[in-house]
């Protein structure tokens, strides 16, 4: 099908503990207003950011192309944000809070990080929230989608470059249902992005008048056999599937969806995690076809995408994926904001990342909306052969 060039048309409007921290931040000494002033030094000075990505468990291919994204930005910019010298301090968030929660509370206690960027898992920044929140930090979350960060626990600390979990599988739902004659079979991995990915597709296919034909969440990072749950899917008679899942468990399910046979009798949807960059590569074959939903593609046909995919793969020697759009736009929105606060107080940057304005994206020109994501556009995505290997094809703009 057709090219889509990203910036078309304007962007479909989104649907839109005290005491732990103030004893752990007396403890690293950093009680009273000097914490205000951690990570900025003087004005001018460097700046020291926190990078909390995956580098160990099922998301860490995830975090590799995070680490890359905001790496290129820094490569592109003489390794200055707001002017400043950045200095980053990386942290393995793992595969949830039990690893991400310390890690991200050592960079601002013990590191001194004026800021923190990254975060995949929804598990882990559920649980962060109230941290940042309480040490008047900015978080930037470059990934996890969890619904209630952007709902009833918006904080002035936390902003997100990336998406809601609910409204990339909202975006999907009425297409669906104009695409499938019959009923549909949920699957996903069985935590809060899970959940809110396929309750946010759910909703809107209802909606639409579709018709769900089963359901199942599957253990969260270990699940490796998925052949019984493909045989209830079978089972159930449905005309097509919607399934949550990302990094190493996406490539496991797609191939075995293939190997099964499913995929040539039962379409195959999903947010566009379930088919993107390193994931997609290793699929191969097994994925061609398969439909998603995702606010970018390296097929997106803009002069800034082409431009930015260039750079990214003449560095990293791999496409770029979603993962490393989200990291370079945090980092764009961190650049933007340094510039224009006082400060890099806590206070002063998170007050300053609510002004940056729009964001010159890969994905499509972006801003903050109210509730702190960004505004944006989704695009219907089909796996297809094209440019020398298999891509995410862009079939439409999803309304
Ligand atoms: C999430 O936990 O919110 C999450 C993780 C991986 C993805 C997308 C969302 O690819």
Same mark, same amino acid.
């Given at each position: 099908?057709?090219?889509?060039?990203?910036?078309?048309?304007?962007?479909?409007?989104?649907?839109?503990?005290?005491?732990?921290?103030?004893?752990?931040?007396?403890?690293?000494?950093?009680?009273?207003?000097?914490?205000?002033?951690?990570?900025?030094?003087?004005?001018?000075?460097?700046?020291?950011? #926190?990078?909390?990505?995956?580098?160990?468990?099922? /998301?860490?291919?995830? #975090?590799?192309?995070?680490?890359?994204?905001?790496?290129?930005?820094?490569?592109?910019?003489?390794? =200055?944000?707001?002017?400043?010298?950045?200095?980053?301090?990386?942290?393995?968030?793992?595969?949830?809070?039990?690893?991400?929660?310390?890690?991200? &509370?050592?960079?601002?206690?013990?590191?001194?990080?004026?800021?923190?960027?990254?975060?995949?898992?929804?598990?882990?920044?559920?649980?962060?929230?109230?941290? $940042?929140?309480?040490?008047?930090?900015?978080?930037?979350?470059?990934?996890?989608?969890?619904?209630? @960060?952007?709902?009833?626990?918006?904080?002035?600390?936390?902003?997100?470059?990336?998406?809601?979990?609910?409204?990339?599988?909202?975006?999907?739902?009425?297409?669906?249902?104009?695409?499938?004659?019959?009923?549909? /079979?949920?699957?996903?991995?069985?935590?809060?992005?899970?959940?809110?990915?396929?309750?946010? $597709?759910?909703?809107? $296919?209802?909606?639409?008048?579709?018709?769900?034909?089963?359901?199942?969440?599957?253990?969260?990072?270990?699940? &490796?056999?998925?052949?019984?749950?493909?045989?209830?899917?079978?089972?159930?008679?449905?005309?097509?599937?919607?399934?949550?899942?990302? #990094?190493?468990?996406?490539?496991?399910?797609?191939?075995?969806?293939?190997?099964?046979?499913?995929?040539?009798?039962? &379409?195959?949807?999903?947010?566009?995690?379930?088919?993107?960059?390193?994931?997609?590569?290793? &699929?191969?074959?097994?994925?061609?076809?398969?439909?998603?939903?995702?606010? /970018?593609?390296?097929?997106?046909?803009?002069?800034?995408?082409?431009?930015?995919?260039?750079?990214?793969?003449?560095?990293?020697? =791999?496409?770029?994926?979603?993962?490393?759009?989200?990291?370079?736009?945090?980092?764009?929105?961190?650049?933007?904001? @340094?510039?224009?606060?006082?400060?890099?107080?806590?206070?002063? @940057?998170?007050?300053?990342?609510?002004?940056?304005?729009?964001?010159?994206?890969?994905?499509?020109?972006?801003? $903050?909306?109210?509730?702190?994501?960004?505004?944006?556009?989704?695009?219907?995505?089909?796996?297809?052969?094209?440019?020398?290997?298999?891509?995410?094809?862009?079939?439409?703009?999803?309304?």
């Amino acid at each position: 099908m057709g090219a889509l060039s990203a910036n078309s048309r304007p962007p479909r409007l989104r649907r839109a503990g005290i005491g732990l921290v103030a004893v752990a931040l007396a403890l690293a000494g950093c009680g009273g207003s000097s914490l205000d002033q951690s990570g900025g030094g003087e004005s001018g000075g460097p700046v020291k950011i #926190g990078l909390l990505v995956p580098l160990s468990g099922v /998301y860490a291919p995830l #975090g590799e192309d995070m680490r890359a994204g905001f790496q290129l930005y820094l490569d592109q910019h003489g390794g =200055k944000l707001g002017g400043r010298q950045a200095e980053v301090v990386t942290a393995d968030e793992g595969e949830g809070p039990q690893t991400g929660v310390p890690a991200a &509370q050592k960079l601002v206690t013990q590191d001194q990080v004026a800021a923190v960027v990254g975060v995949v898992n929804s598990a882990t920044a559920l649980g962060l929230r109230d941290f $940042f929140d309480e040490s008047k930090r900015p978080l930037v979350v470059a990934n996890a989608g969890a619904n209630e @960060l952007a709902g009833a626990r918006r904080s002035d600390y936390l902003w997100r470059t990336s998406f809601t979990n609910g409204d990339v599988g909202e975006a999907l739902g009425p297409a669906v249902k104009d695409d499938v004659d019959g009923e549909v /079979y949920l699957i996903a991995a069985d935590y809060a992005a899970g959940k809110e990915s396929t309750g946010g $597709f759910r909703k809107s $296919f209802e909606a639409a008048g579709g018709k769900i034909a089963g359901s199942e969440f599957t253990p969260f990072g270990k699940t &490796q056999d998925f052949q019984p749950y493909l045989s209830a899917i079978r089972d159930s008679g449905a005309d097509a599937v919607y399934a949550f899942y990302a #990094g190493a468990e996406a490539v496991n399910f797609v191939k075995q969806y293939k190997e099964f046979g499913l995929a040539d009798e039962v &379409q195959l949807y999903g947010p566009g995690f379930l088919t993107e960059g390193g994931v997609l590569a290793a &699929q191969g074959q097994a994925a061609l076809g398969v439909q998603t939903s995702l606010h /970018y593609s390296t097929e997106l046909d803009s002069p800034r995408n082409k431009e930015f995919s260039a750079a990214y793969t003449a560095k990293v020697k =791999k496409p770029p994926t979603v993962y490393s759009v989200q990291a370079y736009d945090s980092a764009a929105v961190l650049d933007k904001a @340094l510039a224009a606060a006082p400060g890099a107080s806590g206070p002063e @940057l998170a007050k300053a990342i609510g002004g940056v304005g729009a964001i010159d994206s890969p994905r499509g020109s972006w801003s $903050f909306g109210a509730d702190h994501d960004p505004e944006q556009t989704y695009y219907l995505r089909e796996v297809r052969s094209g440019g020398g290997g298999i891509v995410n094809g862009v079939v439409r703009e999803l309304d």
